[in-house]
Nanobody, 109 residues
Framework: QVQLVESGGGLVQPGGSLRLSCAAS??????MAWYRQAPGKERELVAL???????KYGDSVKGRFTISRDNAKNTVYLQMNSLKPEDTAVYYC?????WGQGTQVTVSS
């Protein structure tokens, strides 16, 4: 059974940091990604990482977020620094057609 389980979301003040984790089970390695969806907006790509470690970022998070993966643990991470209120969204882990349940990130003072 394929599962993507996210963790690490929460409430943080502007300028703060959070680290999201996504543990994958029942699924082969490959490109893994983080997406986010804010209320009233379309889901957008935040970052992706290939098996070899090549990364790609959405323009709004470049220089602030870092995606990484541990292939041995089949886990992908998203380190989010210098968070802004506009980063508030539900963050989803993705691999191909598989999606996690999402984790809420709220950036507010």
């Amino acid at each position: 059974q394929v599962q993507l389980v996210e963790s690490g979301g929460g409430l943080v003040q502007p300028g703060g940091s959070l680290r999201l984790s996504c543990a994958a089970s029942g699924i082969s390695i490959g490109i893994m990604a983080w997406y986010r969806q804010a209320p009233g907006k379309e889901r957008e790509l935040v970052a992706l990482v290939t098996t070899a470690g090549t990364t790609k970022y959405g323009d709004s998070v470049k220089g602030r977020f870092t995606i990484s993966r541990d292939n041995a643990k089949n886990t992908v991470y998203l380190q989010m620094n210098s968070l802004k209120p506009e980063d508030t969204a539900v963050y989803y882990c993705n691999k191909g057609t598989q999606w996690g349940q999402g984790t809420q990130v709220t950036v507010s003072s």
